[in-house]
């Protein structure tokens, strides 16, 4: 078997709506073609020694053993390497449950398609599928320690990816509200939300969270002395930068026992607590010192007492623990080494903070605090007896949780809210030592020690002993309160032909109700009428610069197939869907090779419409009304027919629809029909002269109108949008070189040949044609350009792209020249394969009163020529 090509898609796709994080893994099963698993000897056996759990797959049979019974009736390989890509994930603690496996055109190989958590992870396990599968085939078994490392491997793989169990939170609970999020690509940052609806996360810091806060709070000394001139219990201390100041810190808090930490340390690194001794308090010095960046040390007070975190959000407490440092409890039996040994084997314990507990680390101040309680790591623990092996309560060293929230005293609740307030937080999570949380801390002789920016919520989220709290939902009730959206308005286009045009058109409608309106096309993404980037860009990837961007209002996103296939759709939903047609193109390409299949691409668009918006749908063309079908939103018919009888039976029943009616655009709904414009004003039309241009036009009315566009500013639009260069380049643009015209179009497939075929007939003169093909269109496609090309000039010259897609030079026009001759062989027809040598051929060519249609490839190398020729004709004019 080989594996010829994997896709890693991120959303909506050709595969599924709702299952967006999948792997496509196009396999060759070469020799396995038509070899089925009961014909393969110990296959079976084999595979349900190595994973037993298969068992649990139900598969089409639709039970418990279903797989299993598919097995041992027969089925081919593919179809076996999705359901082990699957489990091997499940097995390294990543639930997957979709999976398709498809045979494509070319024999014997499939789409192995199936669902990943992480997708680096998803790759690997695709890879491992194959290795394990063809391991059995050739030998019957999988070595264990094989399988043991692919597991441990994707385990790996998914904890590397893991975003931590703080963000990891917020986001869970963003996903719940159905809030969109992405990770940004600097800082570990996420973007919650579209446009400029956003908002951004760093772990529990948030784009609201105050600069100056954050310093404060870093700066303890500095947030102890704001607390204290507030009135605030804190503990006595003071900062020394030198080993000679330490005797005089001591004194001046009032002697031992004291606390020794560094300036500006985090989770609890550096500090020692309840010393007692000249000894213990250098040992101290000397650790804070090593973890503290400015060298500085805090001598402080010790009080006695319980930790405690209060979490406050937006101004509230949300939570509290009470925080319990790393300790073993006595069997009466073992060592305390061997109970760190059990303790450490909790699955919930693994190394770092960003685990739900952490391992217990034996090292030298493990060792300092047994010792301090008079106990060695071979100490013998009677049943019961607690060791510490941690003076800080810090969950990153190994300590536990236990919810305190619904305990906490009202008037410390008051005094935690008023103290994040003091220092200017947003979120913050604030160290309390006191005896007894139920009480106030003025009765217990209790301190708040610490003000944390940024503070951990895996305490909260997966206390030890407890409650677990949701405290995301409080993060995102701040940052999204009731009544705002997190999403911006979304328009998404599609089709065969026109999209680029349509996407602008809308732009430009929008634009005039003031918004900033960001979209993406065939020829760049733009922010109203800037240029961000240039070229193809009607991918995920560009439509994410557009929804990342902060200052978009309104999102209007050319959505072209190969990125639909290639990655998925990048938006989730959207508020209006456009489907322009369907025609033959690209097919033979992405294993889409019919135009079903392309259809079935393109009704993506159409799906994801959200439920309380509206698929704007052609209901001039079968494969696009057959849409309507599998859309949950409103649909909206835009027709060149005004007696068209899905329109006619879809306004019947009070449905919204635009059409073409008696030379206007019109939109009706139910019984009232609103007049927008004469074909005729609308200069994007060509004088009314270009049936394809309006369709566009109706289809750009449409979605504006379903998108709340005032009908006046549709108006306006229309009649200020042109077929420039500079506004649609390559779309129609029309050039007056004085004695002929010159027409630079995109049309590169037989649609497109057919739709400019209504403009350019209705020429009264010489029609000329510079015509082309991409050299990986199948070869029927390309001779049919030829007969179409036939069909609508009297003079044809067949140039070739510079990149000729795998073809010989000379292949694709000698294809066209086929076509055109088919369908007259009388026609004028000669080759000249560079592209601007044929335009110059062409255009040295033209009689008086022609028009040369140029179909290039690269579009602004014509433009930049015709341009040119365009400032001679007019020197040349103003000279006479």
Known sequence: MRILKTLTLRGPNYWSIRRTKLIVMRLDLEDLAERYTNEIPGFFEGLSRVLPTLIDHFCSPGYRGGFYERIQKGTLMGHVIEHVALELQELAGMPVGFGRTRETADAGVYNVVFEYVDEQAGRYAA???????????????????????????????????????????????????????????????????YGCNSKRIQATLTDRSSILGVELACDKEGTKTILQDAGIPVPRGTTIGYFDELDDAIASVGGFPIVIKPLDGNHGRGITININSRKEAEEAYDLASAASKTKNVIVERYYEGSDHRVLVVNGKVIA?????????????????????????????????????????????????????????????????????LRATANLSTGGIAIDRTDEIHPENVWLAERVVKIIGLDIAGLDIVTSDIRKPLRETNGVIVEVNAAPGFRMHVCPSQGLPRNVGAAVLDMLFPPGTSPRIPIV??????????TTRLIAHIIQQTGKIVGYTTTDGIYLNEHLVEKGDTTGPQSAQVILKDPTVEVAVLETARGGILRSGIAFDTCDVSVVLNVAADHLGLGDINTIEELARVKSVV???????????????????????????????????????????????????????????????????????????????????????????????????????????????GLRSFKTSAAQTPGRMNLFDLGRYQALIDYAHNPAGYEALSGFVCNWQGERLGVVGGPGDRRDEDLILLGELSAKMFDRIIVKEDRDRRGRESGEVAALIVEGVKRHNPDVPCKIVLDESEAIEAGLSEMKEGGLIVILPESVSSAIALLEERQAESLLAKNAK
């Open 127 to 193: 890879r491992a599928a194959v290795r394990l599968c063809q391991s059995l085939v050739e030998t019957g078994t999988y070595p264990p320690q094989e399988l043991a490392q692919d597991l441990q491997d994707l385990q790996e793989l998914h904890a590397n990816a893991a975003l931590g169990p703080s963000t990891e939170s917020i986001i869970k609970e963003a996903e719940a509200r159905k809030i969109p999020w992405m990770p940004l690509s600097a800082r570990a940052m996420v973007q919650l939300g």
């Open 320 to 388: 509290v623990a009470e925080r319990v440092p790393a300790h073993v409890v006595g069997d009466g039996t073992s060592t305390i080494a061997e109970l760190i040994e059990i303790t450490n084997q909790d699955p919930h314990r693994g190394d770092g903070h960003d685990n739900v507990l952490t391992k217990i680390v034996l090292d030298k101040t493990a060792t300092d605090v047994l010792q301090r309680q008079g106990y060695t790591l071979k100490t013998v623990l009677r049943r019961g007896d607690r060791a510490y």
């Open 492 to 501: 998404a286009i599609t089709g065969t032909n026109g999209k680029t045009t």
């Open 606 to 716: 159409a799906e994801i419409a959200s439920s309380e918006g509206f698929a704007v749908l052609n209901a001039d063309d079968p494969r696009v009304v057959a849409m309507a079908q599998k859309t949950k939103a409103k649909i909206a018919y835009f027709s060149m027919q005004s007696d068209n009888d899905i329109v006619q039976s879809h306004i019947r029943q009070g449905g919204l629809a635009a059409i073409y009616d008696r030379g206007s655009l019109a939109i009706m709904e139910g019984d009232w029909q609103l007049r927008i414009e004469e074909a005729k004003n609308i200069p994007v039309t060509m004088g009314g002269m270009a049936p394809f241009m309006i369709a566009n036009a109706l289809a750009a009315c449409l979605a504006a109108f379903a998108s709340g566009v005032d009908i006046e500013k549709i108006r306006q």
